[in-house]
């Protein structure tokens, strides 16, 4: 039998490679070689998978990004390492790009983005607090998670070599120093 989780990756990988139409009940038991009963097993229907997928998404892509920075000893620096466990994953910006596109269509949707943004923001507004800046350290917050979301923008896509350059000349303007790694 498929877990539920299962049902959720398989979601987040047609809603990055198709967009948010492709996932359908038919896209996703074709996907898994699954029966339609088997997700309703799981979930109560497309707005119960829909919901699912959200908080799966948020917890995959935010808090458990968050969790294992948060689970690094004290004195390395979180803010280094959160950027290292980003740029690690450029294929999710395809997914990213899938979300937001989808939040401009959907109320469910454009609410779980704008929890994961508030998050993100919060979170790295925290990890910029404990830094010694030259500049507002919520603003540089801001700055660096919109050198993110703009970079999955862009066509053709960035390379992360190049995103990693870009943070890495942010941070030494900031800080006098940004070595990523």
């Not at 498929?2 to 049902?7: A, D, G, H, L, S």
């Not at 809603?15 to 097993?41: F, M, N, Q, W």
């Not at 910006?93 to 959907?106: H, K, M, N, P, Y």
Request: hydrophobic share 45%.
């Amino acid at each position: 039998m498929v877990t539920r989780t299962e049902w959720l990756e398989a979601g987040l990988d047609l809603l990055a490679d198709e967009g948010a139409p492709a996932v359908t009940i038919e896209r996703l038991t074709g996907t898994l070689g699954v029966t339609k009963g088997s997700y309703y097993h799981h979930f109560k229907g497309a707005a119960g998978y829909r919901t699912a997928l959200l908080e799966h998404f948020e917890a995959k892509f935010t808090t458990r990004l968050i969790d294992t920075v948060e689970a690094e000893p004290a004195g390395d620096n979180k803010l280094l390492h959160l950027l290292r466990l980003v740029l690690a994953d450029p294929a999710s910006a395809r997914l990213e790009i899938a979300v937001r596109a989808w939040a401009l269509q959907d109320a469910e949707v454009r609410a779980a983005q704008t929890r994961v943004d508030e998050a993100r923001t919060k979170y790295l507004k925290a990890l910029c607090a404990e830094l010694e800046l030259d500049v507002n350290p919520d603003r540089f917050a801001e700055l660096l998670y919109l050198i993110l979301i703009g970079a999955e923008q862009v066509l053709p896509t960035m390379p992360s070599d190049a995103l990693r350059d870009i943070y890495a000349m942010t941070l030494r303007l900031a800080t006098g120093h940004g070595d990523l790694g």
